[in-house]
């Protein structure tokens, strides 16, 4: 479990944050109430975050910061200070934060900036600059909220990045760029992903008020002025993530499968009516099954039905193993799934649906140390055809009962 330390000389507070985030956050949670003694925890052990109060009996004038720093530990400050200069003075330093103590907003503040963080490892930040030095002011930012980091020169080289790394979740650019500009990268990148699928701040010098409209018109999801204060930079920036993953919980809540996270039946129709039409004007063949597992009732029966939803976890995630990123898998329910292998012929299609066969028959799922499951599943499949989805569907349905007549265990590729 990670862990993260508290210096705080009033004991009262220190207990209390202590208590809240281990209620919170499920963190391992240290407390130090002088220098000497966050010196021993800071030498013996590596924090996820250490919360540093600036005024402590031995260490009075901030001293620990910089230790603490040092120690290359991520440090959130405390403090009752609230004179703006002295303020502006520890921002300076690599800090991730500075908040100032007082009531139960200070510390639920708190304790949404850890949750934060941690989320923030989850997600990689695209920087995009021609200025070397901008580049690596940003990437130090960044990092300090836990971000991992790319940065490119360029937005040709952003966009061969976008290209190759589908774990990007935010874009920075510049607007004032060679070759390709920032409101340009912008436009292109939105040719290929929507705003649920990746942000975009522009960040410029430009006064110009109408560069900010035309950035936010044209697909970004904010705008930073340079230069920025830090506190506003990474508010921005948590903000934009913190909306980009709301939006994926709610687009996830209606287009997958609660059991098992796969594509769910409504997806599945709506998708494939654009991919259908997409293929409709090129020569793209796809084959179509659907898989069902043989004799699920009485693995329900003997089992149980908690039994019976992991099998179908278990054999949810041998078809997602089985396929690539491209192909859809979806679960229409009870014990029965659809896969959609793209841009294949008919040979590669019966080769790979008999492996998955195959690989699930080889397969077992253990209820204890004693006992395991093995099951097998029927395929029926068919490949690109001139009728509707709905008749698509249908038709591929009859081959899988059909699959099933002649004995279970097999695929039938019409």
Same mark, same amino acid.
């Given at each position: 479990?990670?862990?993260?330390?508290?210096?705080?000389?009033?004991?009262?507070?220190?207990?209390?944050?202590?208590?809240?985030?281990?209620?919170?956050?499920?963190?391992?949670?240290?407390?130090?109430?002088?220098?000497?003694?966050?010196?021993?925890?800071?030498?013996?052990?590596?924090?996820?975050?250490?919360?540093?109060?600036?005024?402590?009996?031995?260490?009075?004038?901030?001293?620990?910061?910089?230790?603490?720093?040092?120690?290359?530990?991520?440090?959130?400050?405390?403090?009752?200070?609230?004179?703006?200069?002295?303020?502006?003075?520890?921002?300076?330093?690599?800090?991730?934060?500075?908040?100032? &103590? +007082?009531? @139960?907003?200070?510390?639920?503040?708190?304790?949404?900036?850890?949750?934060?963080?941690?989320?923030? &490892?989850?997600?990689?930040?695209?920087?995009?600059?021609?200025? @070397?030095?901008?580049?690596?002011?940003?990437?130090?930012?960044?990092?300090?909220?836990?971000?991992?980091?790319?940065?490119?020169?360029?937005?040709?080289?952003?966009?061969?990045?976008?290209?190759?790394?589908?774990?990007?979740?935010?874009?920075?650019?510049?607007?004032?760029?060679?070759?390709?500009?920032?409101?340009?990268?912008?436009? !292109?990148?939105?040719?290929?992903?929507?705003?649920?699928?990746?942000?975009?701040?522009? /960040?410029?010098?430009?006064?110009?008020? $109408?560069?900010?409209? @035309?950035?936010?018109?044209?697909?970004?999801?904010?705008?930073?002025?340079?230069?920025?204060?830090?506190?506003?930079?990474?508010?921005?920036? =948590? =903000?934009?993530?913190?909306? /980009?993953?709301?939006?994926?919980?709610?687009?996830?809540?209606?287009?997958? %499968?609660?059991?098992?996270?796969?594509?769910?039946?409504?997806?599945?129709?709506?998708?494939?009516?654009?991919?259908?039409?997409?293929?409709?004007?090129?020569?793209? &063949?796809?084959?179509?099954?659907?898989?069902?597992? %043989? =004799?699920?009732?009485?693995?329900?029966?003997?089992? +149980?039905?908690?039994?019976?939803?992991?099998?179908?976890?278990?054999?949810? $995630?041998?078809?997602?193993?089985?396929?690539?990123?491209? %192909?859809?898998?979806?679960?229409?329910?009870?014990? !029965?799934?659809?896969?959609?292998?793209?841009?294949?012929?008919?040979?590669?299609?019966?080769?790979?649906?008999?492996? /998955?066969? $195959?690989?699930?028959?080889?397969?077992?799922?253990?209820?204890?140390?004693?006992?395991?499951?093995?099951?097998?599943?029927?395929?029926?499949?068919? @490949? =690109?055809?001139?009728?509707?989805?709905?008749?698509?569907? %249908?038709?591929?349905?009859?081959?899988?009962?059909?699959?099933?007549?002649?004995?279970?265990?097999?695929?039938?590729?019409?």
């Amino acid at each position: 479990m990670e862990k993260i330390l508290v210096v705080e000389d009033n004991k009262t507070l220190a207990k209390l944050i202590a208590k809240k985030i281990k209620a919170t956050l499920k963190f391992d949670v240290d407390i130090a109430y002088t220098f000497k003694e966050a010196k021993l925890f800071i030498n013996a052990y590596k924090y996820f975050v250490t919360l540093v109060d600036l005024n402590i009996p031995d260490a009075p004038n901030g001293e620990i910061v910089d230790y603490v720093l040092k120690k290359e530990q991520a440090v959130i400050v405390l403090s009752g200070n609230i004179d703006k200069e002295f303020r502006k003075k520890i921002l300076q330093k690599e800090i991730i934060d500075y908040v100032t &103590k +007082g009531g @139960m907003n200070d510390m639920n503040y708190i304790i949404n900036a850890i949750h934060r963080l941690h989320k923030n &490892k989850q997600h990689t930040v695209l920087v995009v600059d021609d200025s @070397m030095v901008t580049r690596l002011h940003m990437k130090i930012l960044l990092e300090n909220l836990f971000f991992k980091v790319i940065t490119v020169a360029h937005g040709e080289e952003a966009l061969g990045i976008l290209d190759t790394d589908s774990n990007i979740s935010l874009v920075l650019t510049d607007y004032s760029m060679p070759v390709m500009n920032g409101l340009e990268l912008t436009l !292109e990148i939105r040719k290929n992903y929507t705003k649920d699928e990746l942000s975009i701040i522009a /960040l410029s010098s430009n006064e110009d008020d $109408e560069i900010n409209a @035309m950035f936010l018109k044209h697909g970004a999801n904010d705008y930073i002025r340079k230069p920025f204060l830090k506190e506003e930079f990474s508010c921005r920036i =948590n =903000n934009t993530i913190e909306s /980009l993953e709301n939006l994926n919980l709610i687009i996830n809540h209606a287009n997958r %499968d609660y059991l098992t996270g796969l594509y769910n039946r409504n997806y599945f129709f709506t998708h494939m009516s654009d991919y259908i039409n997409e293929v409709s004007q090129n020569t793209e &063949k796809y084959a179509l099954g659907m898989i069902n597992i %043989d =004799n699920f009732k009485n693995i329900n029966d003997i089992y +149980g039905h908690e039994i019976g939803d992991k099998i179908i976890i278990h054999l949810s $995630e041998i078809l997602t193993s089985a396929t690539n990123h491209r %192909d859809l898998v979806a679960r229409f329910g009870g014990e !029965e799934f659809c896969i959609v292998l793209k841009n294949i012929n008919r040979f590669s299609a019966k080769e790979i649906f008999e492996r /998955l066969r $195959e690989s699930v028959a080889k397969s077992y799922f253990l209820v204890n140390e004693n006992k395991e499951i093995r099951f097998t599943i029927s395929v029926g499949a068919t @490949m =690109n055809s001139d009728e509707s989805l709905d008749e698509i569907v %249908d038709h591929t349905e009859m081959i899988l009962h059909k699959a099933k007549q002649e004995g279970k265990d097999r695929v039938i590729l019409d």
